[in-house]
């Protein structure tokens, strides 16, 4: 039987990724109904990008279910000498699921070609579904239900929005976004979230907010380019067109909606301090929430659900 893998929720069913969120549910309300469901279980973890929350998760998920999970960085292995399919290949043989963080959904595509168990795409350029699966779990634990709730992501177009829009559209939930650039857009499920009147785009910011229960911002500059020197005309355009649009208390006045970010937190840039501390954040929930979605997850893929 060939492994499922998860490179975006695309190749889900709206039933399945609901079962998945209410299975993080579970885990995180009964976490010792849980604790030896993958004993004896490995995840190999290959890091091409750097990564606190998502190495953290993943690897305390694991030990919590009884696991043992394998760090690899990406420069301190073969896989920049040879095929990725190569090593892909043999990591399979030797785990029972591979989560990788890369630059590009192409390659982890071609990890998956020859992996015999589950690849689990930990982030990459076009998507970073284990993110909007805890985002749909903080969600869910501020309101009655998921269907109808107001989300408006504000920022760059990127892989948090695209796996936003699956999510959103297997729960329900209305998305607006409100994006002045687009670094990569997923027509296709852009599209299924329009079939069902779904999604609104805007450059309104005020209205976008006023009008939601939650809003979401994420960096406006990919984390591996934020510091780079050789990005910085690319970082100061993109920062003289994101500033507008920035989340702080002008912005939020007189709004009631909670207040989301991925992490990391550029503070000053995408969102002010004050505002990531204040009463209307649930970043530090949502960071957390990567612990117990991350758990589902591997309970799923595996059959120990």
């Not at 989340?247 to 006045?253: S, V």
Request: include cysteine.
């Amino acid at each position: 039987m060939k492994p499922r893998h998860l490179l975006n929720w695309s190749s889900f069913s709206d039933p399945e990724i609901r079962e998945i969120l209410d299975l993080a549910s579970l885990v995180k309300k009964n976490p010792t109904e849980y604790q030896n469901r993958l004993s004896h279980k490995t995840l190999v973890m290959v890091f091409q990008k750097t990564s606190t929350r998502t190495r953290v998760s993943f690897e305390a998920a694991m030990t919590e279910l009884g696991g043992h999970a394998i760090f690899l960085d990406w420069n301190a292995s073969n896989f920049a000498l040879t095929e990725i399919s190569y090593e892909s290949a043999y990591l399979s043989r030797n785990s029972h699921v591979i989560m990788a963080r890369m630059m590009e959904h192409d390659d982890l595509a071609k990890m998956a070609s020859t992996s015999q168990v589950p690849v689990i795409n930990g982030c990459c350029n076009k998507y970073h579904p284990c993110q909007a699966l805890a985002d749909m779990l903080t969600i869910k634990e501020h309101c009655t239900t998921l269907k109808g709730t107001r989300l408006t992501y504000i920022g760059v177009h990127n892989n948090i929005a695209n796996s936003l829009m699956s999510v959103c559209c297997a729960f329900d939930v209305s998305l607006t976004l409100v994006c002045p650039l687009v670094r990569y857009k997923d027509e296709e499920i852009y599209g299924r979230l329009a079939a069902k009147g779904l999604i609104t785009e805007t450059l309104d910011a005020k209205t976008a907010v006023k009008n939601a229960d939650f809003v979401y911002t994420d960096t406006w500059i990919d984390m591996e380019f934020f510091n780079d020197p050789s990005k910085l005309l690319m970082k100061d355009n993109r920062i003289r067109t994101m500033v507008p649009y920035q989340l702080n208390e002008t912005l939020l006045n007189g709004s009631k909606a909670k207040v989301m970010h991925d992490m990391p937190i550029h503070p000053g840039y995408e969102i002010t301090p004050e505002l990531v501390e204040s009463e209307q954040s649930v970043i530090f929930e949502q960071a957390e929430n990567r612990l117990h979605s991350q758990k589902a997850l591997l309970l799923w893929l595996l059959g120990q659900a």
